[in-house]
């Protein structure tokens, strides 16, 4: 299977020679829908490569861009997305030909188009089992993104040197209202924890952060059920809602489009919510998680004008799906 390479420019401004796609990109392909950031409202997100295993998902949470990105394969009578997993043989050639031809260790996004542990219960060879085999070895590592809770084979095999677990989680009041079929906040941490524990990289995205009443005290709060565990993450993601025109067209409960800013025109990656409400919601919470001494903390998809308002400096982007 061919494997495809480009010359990329990277956010620090060098360029570099990366693999762009395996095959024709169903299986392995690099993001590259952000260009390199120079207008005020292009947002920031370096280009990590997707494993594109498969689609959809079984939590159906209000603000998730897949109800835009499939929208002509959910149910209609619920407007789930339901999960597809495509075919195995395609996803080994695939990544036995990126294993041959890469030498430099790359890391693979599991939980781009679907989550990463939806797989777990498959028969007879759940997903993690089979694309952990297959990368044994290799100086590769799969980011497995998830909202779930089962970890039983994570803790049954040892994959340390090629698994990364990565939790998107939310303040409870927002999971309740708008992930009402995610497994609850505490439950996600709790599952973070055990791995944590048995030696895994963890990492965790607080995303989106919706400015609901008294916010700051509310994510703060959360951030403390953190620091009670005892859990701490390689790293952390911050985000706020991107309102991608798709998105907003195809979501069933759209409650949470009050709190996008729809009269200061658009990002590159959708509507957010306030600009001014943005800047206070990171610089209020990257404050808080330097408290408990997180010191990799990362910005998702927000815009050149809010980095450079913020002060910080993309060149060093530590964010979720990149080494």
Sequence with gaps: MLVKWKRYRLLDGSEKHLVQQVGNGSIIRRFEKTPYPE??????CPHFLELAWSWGCPYDCSFCYLKGTFRFSKDERTGRILPHFKDRDKIKK???????????????????L??????????PVPWSVFI????????????HLTKGENVKNFLEHDWRKN???SWS?????????????????????DAAKKVSDFGYEVRLRIDPIVPVMNFKQKYRRFIDEIGKRNLQPERITLGTLRGLLSTLAHTQNHSWKSFLNRTSGMSSWGYKPRFEARVEVYQGLMEYLRQ???AKIGICKDTLK??????????????????
């Design 163 to 165: 698994a990364i677990l």
């Design 306 to 323: 809010l980095w450079e308002t913020l002060g910080l400096e993309f060149s060093g982007i530590t964010c979720n799906c990149i080494i």
């Design 39 to 44: 207008k005020p409202n292009d947002v920031i």
């Design 132 to 143: 952990q085999g297959i990368f044994e070895g290799s100086p590769h590592r799969i980011l």
């Design 114 to 123: 679907s989550d990463s542990l939806m797989g777990e219960n498959l028969s």
């Design 169 to 189: 989680v939310n303040e409870p009041e927002v999971s309740r209202t708008w992930e009402k079929l995610a497994p609850d906040p505490f439950k996600r941490l």
């Design 292 to 294: 408990y001494g997180v």
């Design 94 to 112: 695939a990544c036995e030909a990126f294993i041959y031809e890469v030498q430099e260790p790359e890391i693979l996004n599991a939980g781009e």
